[in-house]
């Protein structure tokens, strides 16, 4: 639906009404301006036009967006959410798989023959400027996504600007952008920061390397004072995003868990942060600080490590830099030392020099771990990688191992044993099912709730009524704020039974003894009471 096209001074009025949540400040404004209907001129007025933003991809990607959107929309730019109102698309592409690609070169030759005005931004164009179909039209790189403003202006002039270089400071390269731009969030109540670009991995399959490049980290004072920022104008939520969070600040002198000891810092109770995508070799140097930080109640117990394949030889052709071994000693030592923790990772099915015994040593350690969270996809090659050039694994057979492995993730049931345990759960969206928002317990699990006013962006204790493949539904027990039923809160939250146990019969749970000696106290303050009236 588009947004209205009245002068605004709140940038995050140009959200659609379907995605807006109620906010109490914004920092990025918008100036205000004149009414222009009826003006007719010869030349383009910058700041009078409709953008459309489509994004692919992760949510670096998404972040990219949501600040060139804040940006436009801080220039007076209307953001719109249907194309064809639009006088110019804004298209943020991903290269990761061939079927994504796919959809951003049939966009783009869908806005040619609508003739829109057209401006490329994202991974493809950045990492293969010279494509056939990307020649003549205008290009807004990763590392320049603070320029946009230009670009649009230049393009809708006719014009082609093509801004594709990487920044440095003081001759190392930068994080990207700054972090402190004006921003039009997807979701009001979720910061997604992207805290590095690039990383410092060679994998033979990979074309994000091509456009992100090597490691560029922005410096810790940055990332905490861009939380704070966020958590200012009412977010609850923060994502850590990269292409490898956990190469952060190698090229710094400094730490992953440095930054998030100093995240965890401003973080205020309500509030939770996500951490994002982590490749083994690097979690591996901090197991114990990350086993602490990931145990923080403002942390979400969840972690994505990828492993792709479950063959030393095939991880060794990749060049991912770790062996089977090392990522199975990533997940036990935290699922021993974070009780909980919610594990997601990544399997490639087809790789060229897969062989059935290597897949079905992937299917072997899949079937071991049990992830609840199991992103699964189809080998494609991307142009200029070396996997490009190895001999492929037949086509049909690609599609039966990813089919089978996708019917081994269908198989097992991670939430079967919840009916009847309770949560805290944070509520940050409404859900694609109507009548439910979404919210995520501590290991970051999905868990619906029934719409009600005044969940959105607040925590509420639920009681897990049913269960799916991929999700729990929960009636809320105790919003909060609200009085327990059982006495004071702070009483009633510690005779509680622990975060995600089934609730046990008072008689037998762990602090069954003080319930006793409270009821014990209760019988004789009344018979002491009925003595004193019959005396």
Known sequence: MACTADPLVDIEELVSTE?????????????????????????????????????????????????????LASHGYEIVDAPAEAHLWLLNSCTVKSPAEDHFRNMLLEAK????AVVLAGCVPQGAPRQSYLQNLSVVGVQQI????????????????????????DGRKAGGARLDLPKIRKNALIEIIPINTGCLNQCTYCKTKHARGELGSYPPEEIVERAKQALREGVKELWLTSEDTGAYGRDLGFTLPQLL?????????????RL????????????????????????????HVPVQSGSDAVLADMRREYTRDDFVRVVEFLRERVPGIHVA???????????????????????????????????????????????PVDAREKKRRTKLMAELFRAYLPYQDRVGRRYRVLVTERAQEAGYLVGHNESYEQVLVGEQ????????EVEVVETGKFFMKGRVVVATGEASLVGHGLLASWLAPSRGEPCPSTWTCRRGVVCCSLLALLVALLMSRCWALSA
């Open 345 to 391: 990772t990544d399997v490639i099915c087809g790789f060229p020099t897969e062989s059935e015994e290597d897949f079905a040593e992937t299917v072997q350690l899949v079937r071991r771990v049990g992830f609840s969270t199991l992103f699964i996809n189809q080998f494609y090659p991307r142009p200029g990688t070396p996997a490009a050039r190895m001999a």
């Open 261 to 273: 000891w100093k995240l965890v810092d401003v973080i205020p109770e309500g509030c939770r942060m």
């Open 113 to 116: 023959e609508s003739d829109k």
């Open 146 to 169: 603070d320029r946009v403003v230009e670009v649009v202006e230049e393009s809708l002039k006719g014009h082609v600007v093509r801004l594709l270089g990487q920044r440095k400071v």
């Open 276 to 303: 994002g995508m982590t490749n083994p070799p690097y979690i591996l140097e901090h197991l114990e600080e990350m086993a602490a930080i990931l145990s923080h109640p403002r942390v979400y117990k969840f972690l």
């Open 19 to 71: 995605e807006r949540l109620e906010k109490t400040s914004v920092v990025p404004k918008v100036r205000r301006r004149r009414e222009r209907e009826g003006v007719v001129a010869d030349s383009i007025i910058p700041g009078t036009q409709k953008v459309f933003v489509k994004t692919w991809g992760c949510s670096h990607n998404t972040s990219d967006s949501e600040y060139m959107a804040g940006l």
């Open 453 to 460: 006013d005044g969940l959105l962006g607040g925590e509420v």
